[in-house]
């Protein structure tokens, strides 16, 4: 898309509406709204905005990546992905995708190892968990949990619930983006210093675009 303004200009917002949207609906839950700001730094205290790439676009496949080493590996309770700031808009999820599930045998009465998939991130239920397939370390970047939506979306909010121990818990994310399962990750925005435990709200929430 080209516009000619006729004057030299600096774009700071820019606003997408994909064919496979439906006009009629609340513009909000429509348009994904992007804004270039600063990357967040590892010694900033969280909500740290870091910003986004400008040429970012409604995606296809959003997930949240580790940004730091774990020494065991990262454990999912719940997870949503939202298309406004205030994490009220959830995202129609058509199937979770994840870096790899591992098999975990809790205790005697599982009779063997049990799956911990990616869709227990997204039952609503905290007590059963997604388990990274990486582990014993789990390198950052390694691991990710996410979903595939069928309509094109811009993610502004992350809902994340984590297991909450030291070893399994990671104190820093990054959000990805891409179009299809072939396309390479694109780096959206990243927080540090995440609280390990939250019980839900806004401690759980993660500001992702700012409108």
């Not at 990262?74 to 959830?90: H, L, M, Q, S, Y």
Request: proline share 7%; charged share 20%.
């Amino acid at each position: 898309v080209v516009l000619e303004l006729g004057v030299p200009v600096k774009a700071r917002y820019l606003r997408l509406y994909p064919r496979a949207w439906k006009a009629g609906g609340p513009a909000a839950l429509r348009a994904g709204v992007i804004k270039c700001g600063t990357p967040a730094l590892a010694n900033q205290p969280i909500p740290a905005y870091s910003g986004t790439m400008c040429s970012a676009h409604p995606g296809n496949e959003w997930a949240l990546f580790t940004a730091v080493r774990l020494t065991s590996f990262w454990e999912v309770r719940e997870v949503r992905f939202f298309g406004n700031a205030d994490c009220t808009w959830p995202l129609d999820i058509g199937e979770p995708v994840s870096s790899g599930d591992a098999w975990v045998e809790s205790s005697r009465v599982t009779r063997g190892p049990v799956a911990h998939s990616a869709k227990n991130a997204f039952d609503g239920k905290s007590y059963t968990t997604w388990i990274s397939s990486c582990a014993f370390p789990c390198e950052a970047g390694e691991a990710y949990i996410g979903v595939r939506i069928s309509t094109p979306a811009a993610v502004r909010c992350v809902w994340l619930e984590q297991h909450g121990d030291f070893d399994r818990t990671a104190p820093a994310v990054e959000l990805r983006v891409r179009d299809d399962p072939l396309a390479p990750w694109q780096a959206q925005n990243s927080w540090y210093g995440i609280q390990r435990t939250c019980k839900g709200g806004a401690t759980c929430a993660l500001a992702v675009f700012s409108a």
